[in-house]
């Protein structure tokens, strides 16, 4: 009886415990978005997708690229504010609050210029909102997500996590308590007018946490980017603090890795080996197979627009990632 007793109430907890299904960059994938939920086991009930028992976690990057922004945001809004979801900021939505938003005392300039490079970064979404009533509305909801999640079993971020920013942000910078910006972190962490010698130490943490660490290439070298745009700097493996060469600490597709120049690594302070609860974060547009980094790292985010693929992980309680 006593063993009986035991398997039920184990069976009990089992069912109590929330499931979290995390799901990559989306990019307004909306067709894409809707296949990967129903393959989840996720249904359409009154106008929400839901599922008992789990929650769908969106790591950012929802708009830009693809062909329904306004139909991904709106799907993935509906599930957040009906408690079948959460989602952080990524950098996209960071940009769409920068382009929107003018910087203060200075008529018609905005906190992230209006030049014809950001311009075709975010066409897909302005093609869809500029104009109309909507595009203020939606920039209201980003400004609602939080930087990153701690959820105590998993963690998740847009593109790095960071402790020393995080602290830095929450102590000494004044993020809310729930990790979404003030309106004047906003301004200084995004304001792209600035030269980055005079830049406010939250534009830093915020780029670090929803664009990657950057590491400077040594004096002269330089590597040549997908759009065949000189490079000086990489995007590194802010897990692990020690590399023998800049190839090696890179985290790219393997196509640009390889035009990495494959010289010794100089230390850079900001990495430490990550030991806490295991990470899930997007950004990086990966090209091959996804896959689990280590056990306690994973990358969602594997080239989404166009090559139809979008990335779920779905995490039921385990300590370790398979």
């Known amino acids: ?17 929330m499931n979290y299904d995390v799901i990559g960059d989306v990019h307004g994938e909306y067709d894409l978005l809707v296949a990967l939920l129903k393959k989840l086991g996720y249904a359409q009930k009154q106008g929400v997708w839901k599922q008992y028992n789990h929650k769908a976690i969106f790591v950012g990057d929802l708009v830009d690229r693809g062909p329904q922004e306004v139909a991904t945001v709106n799907l993935v809004r509906k599930m957040v ?3 079948n979801a959460l989602c ?13 938003t003018q910087v203060p005392h200075e008529p018609n300039i905005f906190l992230r210029n209006h030049n014809s490079k950001n311009y075709k970064q975010h066409e897909a979404f302005l093609h869809e909102v500029e104009g109309k009533n909507i595009h ?16 105590g079993d998993i963690r998740i971020v847009h593109a790095c996590w960071n402790e020393k920013y995080m602290y830095e942000l ?15 972190l906003l301004v200084v962490s995004t304001k792209e007018n600035n030269d980055k010698a005079i830049k406010h130490p939250a534009f830093f943490a915020v780029e670090a946490l929803c664009k990657g660490l950057e590491a400077s290439l040594p004096n002269g ?38 035009n990495i120049p494959d010289i010794p690594f100089i230390k850079d302070q900001r990495l430490e080996n990550y030991r806490g609860a295991p990470v899930f974060f997007g950004h990086y547009s990966l090209q091959e197979e996804p896959r689990i980094f280590t056990q306690k790292i994973a990358c969602l985010d594997y080239l989404v627009a166009g090559k139809n693929t979008l990335v779920a992980y779905r995490w039921q309680g385990e300590t370790e990632l398979e």
């Open 1 to 17: 009886m006593l063993s009986v007793r035991l398997a039920t109430n184990m069976h009990e907890l089992r069912e109590k415990r």
């Open 81 to 83: 504010e009906s408690g």
């Open 88 to 100: 952080i900021m990524g950098n996209h939505e960071l940009n769409a609050i920068a382009w929107f």
């Open 136 to 151: 203020k509305e939606l920039i209201s909801w980003f400004k609602t997500l939080p930087l990153w999640l701690n959820l």
């Open 170 to 184: 929450q102590m000494n910078l004044g993020l809310r308590n729930n990790q979404t910006l003030t309106e004047e």
């Open 221 to 258: 070298h330089y590597f040549i980017d997908k759009d065949q745009q000189k490079r000086h700097e990489i995007r590194i493996k802010w897990w692990q603090k020690e590399f023998s060469n800049y190839q090696e600490a890179a985290l790219a597709p393997q196509d640009i890795v390889k």
